[in-house]
């Protein structure tokens, strides 16, 4: 008995093998795309060549009087005449730093750590107090307190110079450090409490409930929950109002006159006439008095950007 084979080619499977119609085809041909433009970019994408152009300018327009002010310190006046100046000098120098470090440099520079951290200090202490009785009372009062203090923030500094000189005259604090810091805090208080506010109304209610079921007392609140969970907000607070301390120069020009309560901003003043026509000792002290500043922002930059945009997205 003889056995036939069919010459007939095998069909596949109909549940292992999907039908290429043109909707299937056109799907894939779509997959294709999308992976494409997923590698690229998004659809309608364009190169913002301007915006990129005005962006290495305007870095260019940052760096270039750094720059000069750095390699500047590092050569005397006389390289500083015979050579081109915006390239380094082959024979740098620490000359101008060793001048301005032997004019009562870090008489000014204590000065002004004086008057800056304790106007730190204070606002830090005052601001989050305010910003917990803010945040926490349930009484008209609490509402009204955080609008007296915010029209301190519309408030310019200069169209108030006149009254405080003579509020400082009168008390008796003209030519002092107090008088440098007193009206800073005073300035400072309203920015501080807005940022704090908006911090510590993303606290869950719930953790403030649940203090108060264990029987903790406002302080005790205060000290271990509001603190703690609002550190972005207080390292913000505090390297902003350092900032704005450290590189006054309203204040101390208007309200101090002797050289033993001068501050680093009216020093770079003073040394400018003092050197005469020696801008590498000038710009030495510029660099020094910036130092601080540079250093702190450098290790808490992070927590400014998150303190200042800490509850306005809601």
Known sequence: MTHTTSSEPATPDAKTQKAITPETAGGDRGNIKQNKVRRTGAPGEKLNILGGIGGWL?????????????????????DLRANNQLLPSTNPTIAPFIKVLEN????YFTNSLIVTLSTVAVVLSAS?????????????????????????IAIPVQATIIPVYYLIQQLGLYDTLWALILPQIAFAIPLSVLIIVNFVRDI?????????????????????????????????????QALQVWNSFLFPL???QSSEVRVLPLSLWEYSGQFGIDVPATLAAVVLSALPLLIAYIFARRHIVAGLTAGFGK
Request: proline content about 4%.
């Open 104 to 107: 009562d440099f870090l008489h």
């Open 128 to 152: 989050v107090m305010a910003a917990y009785y803010i945040t926490r009372s349930t009484t008209l009062g609490g509402k009204r307190l955080f609008q007296i203090i915010l029209l301190g």
């Open 204 to 240: 869950p209610a719930e953790l403030f409930e649940s203090m108060k079921v264990d029987g903790a007392g406002e302080w005790r609140i205060l000290t271990s929950l509001v603190l703690p969970m609002a550190k972005p907000a207080l390292m913000t607070v505090g390297i902003y």
């Open 254 to 256: 208007v309200l101090t």
């Open 58 to 78: 305007w870095l260019a327009v940052i760096i270039l009087p750094i720059y000069y002010i750095v390699i500047t310190s590092f050569r005397t006046s006389e």
